[in-house]
């Protein structure tokens, strides 16, 4: 048996902006179920034959002013007769006024009563297309959708064959993610399939074993624990700024940031975040990033992250002084000035240990 499916009526009411005029005790439960939408004239008029109270509602001009042409107590048996056939709720287009009696008739009844400014025929074919996009079949395939100029592109295959590092490659290019890993495809109509991404794993994207680390950790009380930890965005994230501070941040700095990590680090794992220690390491820490900022390309394939590239408006690289060629910015007679002081204190600790004596 086909399984089959539903949507809110609250969705139906929020995505098509209706407005509540009255609003029934189950409105919150109530599921529609078809696509199929009416016009209740012949029902209105008497004629119940093949009425189907699941179906959409809807009011038009032409249905307000033949019931506003009645008799008053015509009008109102033709109105309870309706609002108690079943339906849950009813949707008057164009804007129209509400009968009193469709009022005081859905309230007894408990049945939602909504409107919409749009004429009767622009929202019935609105409301169907969302309903079949709603409502129809639909099955998860496992694989990378992409948009490709224009047209949808499916990129299928066993599990780590590169799918993903595919898609990157065609993301570079320009080209659109839609959907990876899990692709849901729907059947709108009978020529047509619409995929898209689940809502739980939509704008995210898996690279096979990025980010996957595999430890032994100490706890705070001492025991050994094992780990696994999966962060994709984060490991990406965190090798991109370590690539960026490598031509922002001087080495003496960098150094002691690397010292400072570790504690930080501590810090966090145990649960000391509301101290003032770690206040201290944040502002050292925001204040020797200001100058951290720039433009990181990286490669990611079968869990590497590769630097591909690097640039920042604050740089400390530059490549004719660090070339160590013949110019103006450096000047290669400084070296053996340097080299003797730098070597002084080795030079002099070799000469002076000669004369000690033996040590075992």
């Known amino acids: 048996m086909a399984q089959s499916y539903s949507v809110s009526l609250d969705t139906i009411v929020r995505e098509h902006n209706l407005a509540i005029v009255n609003r029934a005790v189950d ?3 109530v599921q529609i179920t078809t696509w199929e939408v009416s016009r209740p004239g012949l029902p209105l008029a ?14 038009g001009k ?3 002013t033949y019931l506003m042409d009645m008799r008053p107590e015509t009008r109102s048996r033709s109105i309870e007769r309706f609002i108690s056939s079943g339906i849950r709720f009813c949707i008057v287009a164009h804007g129209m006024d509400i009968p009193p009696e469709m009022l005081s008739s859905a309230q007894r009844h408990q049945v939602t009563l909504l409107t919409t400014e749009h004429s009767t025929s622009d929202f019935m074919a609105k409301l169907i297309v969302s309903l079949n996009r709603w409502l129809a079949p639909r099955t998860t395939m496992h694989g990378v959708l992409m948009e490709v100029h224009g047209e949808g592109v499916m990129i299928t295959g066993e599990s780590g064959v590169g799918k993903s590092e595919n898609a990157m490659a065609l993301l570079s290019r320009g080209h659109r993610l839609v959907a990876d890993d899990a692709i849901e495809v729907k059947r709108t109509a009978p020529d047509t399939l619409v995929g898209s991404s689940p809502e739980l794993i939509r704008y995210f994207m898996e690279i096979r ?3 996957i680390i595999d430890i032994v950790e100490n706890r705070l009380v001492g025991m050994k624990d094992r780990g696994v930890y999966e962060t994709p965005g984060g490991a990406i994230l965190y090798k991109a700024i370590n690539v960026l501070e490598t031509i922002t941040l001087d080495k003496e700095s960098a150094h002691f ?11 966090v794992y145990n649960g000391q975040w509301f101290t003032p220690l770690r206040e201290a390491l944040d502002a050292f ?13 990286l490669k990611l394939y079968k869990g590497n992250m590769i630097n591909a590239g690097v640039t920042s ?9 660090a070339s160590f060629g013949v110019d103006k910015d450096y ?11 730098f070597g002084l204190s080795i030079k002099e600790r070799a000469k002076l240990s000669k004369n000690w004596p033996e040590v075992k």
């Open 257 to 267: 940031k690397a010292q400072l990590a570790q504690k930080y680090a501590d810090i």
């Open 285 to 297: 820490a925001n204040s020797l990033e200001k100058t951290v900022t720039g433009d990181v390309k």
């Open 62 to 64: 032409l249905e307000i």
């Open 331 to 341: 000047d290669q007679s400084d070296a053996t000035g340097f080299i003797n002081l």
């Open 209 to 211: 074993g990025i980010g």
């Open 46 to 59: 008497g004629f119940y034959d093949y009425f189907d109270a699941t179906r959409v509602q809807i009011i």
């Open 313 to 321: 408006p604050f740089t400390l690289y530059d490549e004719q002084t």
């Open 27 to 29: 409105y919150d439960r």
